[in-house]
């Protein structure tokens, strides 16, 4: 595959079955792997990318697993992008809330959070995209 080359490119990372972000290359696990970075060389140089976007990603990595994949999205964002990481709020106090986002999920297998290996707050989602 060839890298991508253009004047700003923005990065969807677990893209879905949604386009929602018109104007942004929508990827999924199999194609873009947060912690492979030769899928990510495969497609952009570094320092080439102006944005990425995470939503309910991150949570299913370890902490650890998360400041890996930070690692590797700078390497690819410019000196200027940005991560937006949106994952599940810890913090958030509704017992129900909790329930459904907690590690593991709320029970069934086949549950989206029965993948959930973390709950971030905005303290652990701060240290793990800090901590390069």
């Known amino acids: 595959m060839v890298a991508i080359k253009q004047d700003e490119i923005k990065v969807v990372v677990g ?12 990827t999924q ?22 944005a990425i976007l995470a939503e309910h990603v991150w949570e299913h990595l370890t902490f650890e697993e998360g400041v890996r994949a930070a690692e590797i999205c700078y390497e690819f964002l410019k000196s200027s992008g940005h991560i937006r990481c949106g994952v599940p709020d810890a913090f958030f106090q509704d017992e129900a809330y909790q329930n459904i986002v907690q590690i593991g999920g709320p029970g069934p297998k086949d549950h989206p959070a029965a993948s959930h290996k973390i709950v971030h707050n905005y303290i652990t989602l701060t240290k793990m995209l800090d901590s390069r």
């Open 15 to 26: 893209a879905g079955v949604f386009n929602n972000n018109p104007g942004w290359i929508q």
């Open 29 to 50: 696990e199999d194609e873009l792997n947060l912690l492979d970075k030769a899928t990510w060389e495969e497609r952009f140089e570094y320092n080439s990318i102006s």
